[in-house]
């Protein structure tokens, strides 16, 4: 349980710290989730939605949210 409890602890620390960082940049946690995946498909950094869904095992609204969202912002272009 010491263990485990220490983890906990540990990922509470790293969240909260993540999230400062995104804030800084006008991100949440799902828009960097989205970015993230981005950049990990290689150049030229471009998945349709369903690709993207595929990937990050989120519901079509919850995408669909993301995506408007990174759009409105500018740091996401849709097609």
Same mark, same amino acid.
């Given at each position: 349980? @010491? ?5 906990? #602890?540990?990922?509470?620390? !790293? +969240?909260?710290? !993540? ?8 991100? *949440? =946690? @799902? &828009?960097? =989730? ?7 498909? /290689?150049?030229?950094? *471009?998945? *349709?939605? *369903?690709?993207?869904?595929?990937? !990050?095992?989120?519901?079509? /609204?919850? !995408?669909? +949210?993301? #995506?408007? +969202? ?7 272009? &849709?097609?």
């Amino acid at each position: 349980m @010491a263990l485990i409890g220490r983890l906990q #602890l540990v990922h509470k620390h !790293m +969240s909260q710290g !993540m999230s400062q960082t995104f804030r800084r940049y006008g991100l *949440t =946690d @799902a &828009g960097f =989730d989205v970015q993230a995946t981005l950049l990990r498909s /290689g150049p030229p950094h *471009t998945l *349709t939605p *369903t690709q993207l869904l595929e990937q !990050m095992l989120v519901t079509p /609204g919850s !995408m669909t +949210s993301r #995506l408007n +969202s990174l759009e409105k912002q500018g740091l996401i272009r &849709g097609r």
